[in-house]
C-alpha cells in the first residue's frame, strides 16, 4: 500500500540555518503530496503541496519539489527562526478521492534555537 | 475563519469507561476524519464519514465506534477504555472543492489510566 517515510527527528537547528526535511514515498499512479506542520499546541495544517510531477510547492519560505524521479518530496528552507519550531508531517493522497486515503509520516519534530 | 473545534484538549479516564471525544466543524464539510497520532507512527486513520449518519472504517477501527447524526458534528466513542488508546486525537474535516486540502482540530489528549 501507499507510504510515506520521512527522516526521523528531532532535528535542531541554529536561528538562519538552512533546513532540509527529507520525505520519500510509495504510491501507486499519481499522488499529490503534502507538507503539513504542526505548531505547539495546535492542531495540523497545511504548509505547502504539489499535484504533479516537478511541481514546486511553497509557502512562508518553505519549498518542496514534487520528484518522480527519485519518489521524493523534501522540504527546505534557506533560513529558519524560532518560529519555524514545530513538528512537520510529510503526506500523500489520490486527490479524486474524499481524502480517506491520506497517508502521513511519522513526523519530524523541529527545534530552532536563537 | 474555518474552525475545527475539539471539545476537550485533555481527558483522562480509567480503563473500562466509555469515552466520548466530540468533533464540530462550521465550514459545511461533508466529509470528516479521526486520526490518532502516536510518537513515531504518524497520524493514523480511525473512521471517516463521507454524510449524515454514514460511516467507514479507516485503517485502525478496533476498539472505536462514531456517530454522525448531524453535518457539522463527527463523535468518536471509546467502547471501553483501554491503556493502549492513550494518545493524541484529531478531527479533520475535508474541503472537497478541488483544494484537497485538510482542516484539523487542536487534538485531545486522551490518557486512559
Known amino acids: 500500500g501507499d507510504s510515506v517515510t520521512q527522516m526521523e527527528g528531532p532535528v535542531t537547528l541554529s536561528e538562519e540555518a538552512f533546513l532540509t526535511i527529507n520525505c520519500t514515498y510509495t504510491a501507486t499512479g499519481y499522488p499529490s503530496l503534502f507538507w503539513y506542520v504542526q505548531y505547539p499546541g495546535e492542531g495540523l495544517q497545511l504548509l505547502l503541496k504539489a499535484t504533479k510531477a516537478d511541481d514546486k510547492g511553497s509557502n512562508k519560505g518553505f519549498e518542496a519539489t514534487y520528484r518522480k524521479e527519485t519518489t521524493s518530496f523534501h522540504l527546505e528552507k534557506g533560513s529558519v527562526q524560532v518560529s519555524d519550531s514545530a513538528v512537520y508531517f510529510c503526506?500523500?493522497?489520490?486527490?479524486?478521492?474524499?481524502?480517506?486515503?491520506?497517508?502521513f509520516g511519522a513526523g519530524t519534530r523541529l527545534t530552532v534555537k536563537p | 475563519d474555518v474552525k475545527v473545534t475539539q471539545s476537550s484538549r485533555y481527558l483522562v479516564k480509567r480503563t473500562g469507561e466509555k469515552v466520548f471525544l466530540e468533533c464540530v466543524q462550521d465550514m459545511d464539510h461533508e466529509n470528516m476524519f479521526w486520526y490518532r497520532q502516536d510518537p513515531g507512527l504518524g497520524l493514523r486513520l480511525i473512521y471517516f464519514?463521507?454524510?449524515?449518519?454514514?460511516?467507514e472504517k479507516g485503517d485502525i477501527p478496533e476498539g472505536y465506534s462514531v456517530s454522525r447524526e448531524k453535518k457539522e458534528r463527527f463523535s468518536l466513542i471509546l467502547e471501553s477504555a483501554s491503556t493502549n488508546q492513550t494518545s493524541m486525537y484529531l478531527c479533520?474535516?475535508?474541503?472537497?472543492?478541488?483544494?484537497?486540502?485538510?482542516?484539523f482540530g487542536s487534538g485531545t489528549q486522551l490518557s486512559v489510566l
Open positions: 479533520a474535516s475535508f474541503d472537497g472543492t478541488g483544494n484537497e486540502k485538510l482542516f
Open positions: 464519514s463521507y454524510d449524515v449518519k454514514m460511516k
Open positions: 503526506a500523500l493522497s489520490h486527490v479524486l478521492n474524499n481524502n480517506n486515503d491520506m497517508r
